[in-house]
């Protein structure tokens, strides 16, 4: 089975796009931290950068609701691809694709209680995006 937890927040803005053929792409990094005692004793934290990407419905649906700085709590997979530089050199490029996603402390607005924002983004981030995976 392949499926990837992360509960994180996103490092950088979403970049969300919409491809020539009309298919939305939204790609982002998500950072974890873990805490760890080295051998000397000392408290040590360790920061992790993933790579995410979320397609169909899903991508417009996290770049609507997420920022800079906002948790995250997703799943997906984990795929490998390669591809090729400007110089010729074969590249490999590991990243989460994402599958689900929610709020793992909720967010609301001025206008919305958390309960309603948390609902609402549930709605979202499960509707069914007509993806074959």
Do not use: C
């Amino acid at each position: 089975m392949n499926e990837v937890t992360l509960h994180g927040r996103l490092a950088s803005d979403v970049e969300y796009r919409t491809t020539a053929e009309g298919f939305q792409v939204a790609k982002m990094k998500v950072v974890t931290n873990e805490r760890y005692t080295n051998k000397k004793g000392e408290k040590v934290d360790q920061a992790e950068f993933h790579p995410v990407v979320f397609m169909g419905p899903k991508a417009e649906n996290v770049n609507k609701w997420f920022k800079k700085g906002d948790g995250i709590l997703l799943k997906g997979k984990l795929t490998h691809r390669s591809y090729e530089d400007k110089e010729g050199n074969k590249r490999f490029f590991t990243e989460v694709v994402g599958l689900s996603w929610t709020f793992p402390f909720g967010r609301a607005t001025e206008n919305q209680s958390t309960e309603a924002v948390r609902t609402e983004a549930k709605e979202e981030a499960t509707a069914d995006d007509g993806l074959p995976f």
